[in-house]
């Protein structure tokens, strides 16, 4: 008896609060709130599972034969042997191995222990599941062509069948997600909607919260303090869902081919990480990536094309001004002459402008440039701008005429009513998706259907004659030609 | 070769003495490199490494800055006799340094190899010349101390910053200091709170008493702020009877 006493383990209580805690997500040991022996009595329980953080790889004989190991980092999933470092650590006084791939979510070394929890599934207790009315809010009305997508979207979904969207930039994908995404929460199923970029993620959630009113939803970027982790809905960068594990039933990727998602294989990883197995997932894209599109055109891929944006006008097509050798221009302090008139003309017309470069120094001196040439309301923006958020909030009330940027806003961000330039639109950074995307910021809204959108170049590249293609084979295949 | 910190390919120029050299170690790229301030030795200050030129020249007394003034007036200096620092410190190195000490990432430790070693040889020749022109009776080469930091510290950081610093220099590492009591970090602390006088967090190790015993000892630590760490590192250092005791940072805050 009094053996029995003693290994009764913890009150049930605390076995709820590991499983709050632990449920769909992976944490290194050391972030936890928990102590060991908790964690170790629900290992004993067969309630939480725990995992080296870094585990050798051994891919092929030979590695096996010249005995030089290999590393692969079970959080990020990172095998670049690069980023892989020793340290004489602390913690278990021998050498480890630590990725410095993910090194900022917490680093990872070879005695660290990732946790989650395999125990029982925690009962679902959502107000809004035994709701009668729609969940979604939204009043706007879907064309025929979104409302088809959507129906096919829901029913792919449904299936458990992943889904591609193919439609063009401003042809309102965000709203057509709507349908499915109710009918998935109704379900009872947790839902994330991932997105490459803070940007994004900060203009989406305010647009869902509104849409879905009653139903808890958390937003996690870079800098955003969201602790509410059980919410069903989830709006997130890729980067954060690395923290997730076996948690999400379904999962829409929006913008996939932009830039981190298809460069860097972590956020894939995390993204497959943070599902449930067999979980569908929908990608929505202006410009696929050619592995989905291969995919979608050779039907293994269950799709939709739309090539008409919701207010049924087509996409403005780029044109080309060749400006000479704007870099040199830009560095001797001048501004190109052409680029000037235009943006002249257009503050004439009171409009907006974006104007997109391709480097951070470029944006700095443009910027510069402009100011000094007498342009009023001149901003630039770039990735390690710390107001940026607040430069980009002032651009879309009005306080300021034109904002040179970087890349970094080349998708999701909607601005009625703006024009667009691209400064050295040569330049090896902006590939034909980049360019389709920039375009695609003109023209998004129904009472400014279309506007200017100019390449200044020096020379035409095959990137910029493609991106042209493709907005013209859009256009046709949206019946204006 | 990648840039340690920031991750660019960027390639070396190339040089005669890169070309002839022997594959380099992997460091910083050269932008990064642009972005860290050196420290000139002809213009720091003779007792604690910091850049004069930052200053204004009224709170300099021959190359002396006024802190140090002050250190000397307050006689708690004892065998502590002078600091050596790399870089100034500045907003870049305060990335850099957040990555390698709070993130844990001490490969970073690679990059600054090359300028440690190169600040470890000058005082070595500094300290050569001294006894050629009979200014001090001992040759002796330094033992090399790293900072220590507390058990508690090491668990939650996961590798001591100072040790590994001191593992560039390609010298013994003797770890003299054992840090007894836990404190609050440092970092965390104003210069007030830095400055007030306490008892020595710091131990020497009975076994190696034998060894600095009338030898010169160089501390290693990453950061000089107010200097009051090595000053207490030195108080127990003293108990070991050194010859004297001066120590090398990599930034001077």
């Known amino acids: ?481 | 070769m990648h840039c340690l910190f920031c991750g660019a390919d960027q390639p070396e120029m190339l040089t005669f003495r890169s070309l002839l050299r022997a594959a380099d170690s992997p460091g910083f790229c050269r932008s990064c490199r642009d972005r860290l301030a050196l420290i000139g030795s002809q213009n720091s200050c003779q007792l604690c490494g910091r850049d004069l030129l930052l200053l204004d020249s009224g709170t300099v007394h021959g190359h002396i800055c006024n802190d140090c003034m002050q250190w000397k007036k307050s006689g708690r200096n004892g065998l502590y006799e002078r600091n050596h620092a790399v870089y100034q410190y500045n907003a870049f190195i305060k990335d850099v340094l957040n990555q390698f000490k709070f993130r844990g990432d001490s490969v970073l430790a690679c990059g600054f190899a090359n300028e440690m070693k190169r600040s470890f040889r000058r005082i070595r020749k500094e300290q050569r010349l001294k006894w050629q022109s009979g200014f001090i009776r001992s040759s002796g080469d330094y033992i090399v101390v790293p900072i220590p930091l507390s058990m508690k510290r090491l668990a939650e950081r996961g590798f001591n910053q100072a040790e590994v610093l001191a593992e560039t220099l390609g010298m013994p590492i003797i770890n003299a200091l054992i840090r007894v009591r836990h404190e609050p970090k440092q970092s965390k602390k104003n210069r007030r709170e830095r400055l007030i006088v306490r008892d020595t967090p710091f131990r020497l190790e009975n076994e190696y008493a034998s060894l600095i015993l009338g030898k010169n000892v160089l501390l290693i630590d990453d950061i000089y702020t107010t200097g009051a760490t090595m000053r207490l590192a030195a108080y127990a250092l003293s108990k070991g009877n050194p010859l004297k005791v001066d120590s090398l940072t990599l930034i001077h805050a």
Request: hydrophobic share 40%; net charge positive.
């Open chain 1, 1 to 481: 008896m009094l053996l029995l006493s003693r290994s009764k383990g913890l009150p049930p209580n605390d076995y709820a609060n590991v499983q709050h805690i632990l449920h769909g997500r992976e944490f290194r040991a050391e972030e936890l709130p928990l102590s060991e022996k908790v964690i170790k009595d629900c290992v004993k329980k067969g309630y939480v599972a725990v995992r080296s953080g870094i585990v050798p790889l051994n891919e092929s004989v030979l590695d096996l034969l010249t005995d030089r190991k290999k590393w692969l980092c079970a959080r990020c999933g990172n095998r670049d042997q690069e980023t892989f470092a020793t340290c004489t650590c602390g913690r278990c006084r021998k050498n480890c191995i630590y990725c410095r791939h993910c090194l900022t979510m917490g680093i990872v070394r070879s005695c660290t222990k990732l946790v989650t929890w395999c125990g029982p599934e925690p009962a679902l207790h959502h107000r809004f599941i035994h709701q009668n009315g729609p969940l979604c809010v939204w009043d706007g009305t879907l064309s025929d062509e979104q409302s088809a997508a959507a129906k096919a979207l829901n029913q792919a979904l449904e299936c458990g069948k992943s889904f591609l969207v193919w439609a063009v930039t401003g042809s309102g994908k965000t709203e057509m997600i709507y349908p499915a995404i109710e009918r998935q929460l109704k379900n009872g199923r947790r839902v994330v909607l991932a997105t490459p970029r803070t940007d994004v993620v900060r203009e989406l959630l305010p647009r869902m919260r509104a849409a879905f009113p009653d139903v808890p939803i958390s937003g996690l970027y870079a800098g955003s303090e969201e602790s509410n982790a059980d919410a069903p809905l989830v709006v997130s960068t890729a980067h954060q869902l690395i923290r997730y594990s076996n948690c999400f039933d379904c999962i829409f990727i929006d913008e996939v081919d932009a830039f981190p998602y298809h460069f860097d294989r972590m956020l894939e990883f995390a993204i497959r990480k943070a599902a449930r197995p067999g979980a569908p997932i929908a990608y929505l894209s202006a410009t696929p990536p050619a592995d989905l599109k291969n995919d979608y055109l050779s039907g293994k891929l269950c799709g939709v094309m739309l090539a008409r944006r919701y207010h049924g006008h087509p996409l403005p097509e780029p044109q080309f001004r060749w400006i000479g050798n704007w870099l040199k221009l830009i560095r001797k302090g001048q501004l190109p002459s052409l680029l000037c008139e235009w943006l002249r003309a257009k503050m004439g017309q009171k409009r907006q402008m974006f104007v997109f470069v391709s480097s951070v120094t470029l944006s700095r001196d443009l910027t510069e440039l402009l100011q000094r040439a007498g342009f009023s309301g001149t901003a630039g923006v770039h990735a390690e701008d710390p107001h940026r958020h607040a430069k980009v909030s002032d651009f879309r009330k009005g306080k300021i005429n034109i904002l040179v940027t970087t890349t970094i806003l080349e998708r999701g961000v909607t601005v009625p009513g703006v024009e667009v330039c691209v400064v050295g639109a040569d330049d090896p950074v902006f590939d034909d998706r980049a360019l389709v995307q920039i375009s695609g910021r003109v023209g998004r809204s129904a009472e400014f259907p279309s506007g200017d959108i100019i390449f200044f170049h020096n020379g035409k590249t095959m990137a910029m004659v493609r991106a042209r293609k493709q907005i013209e084979q859009m256009n046709q295949n949206g019946g204006f030609r």
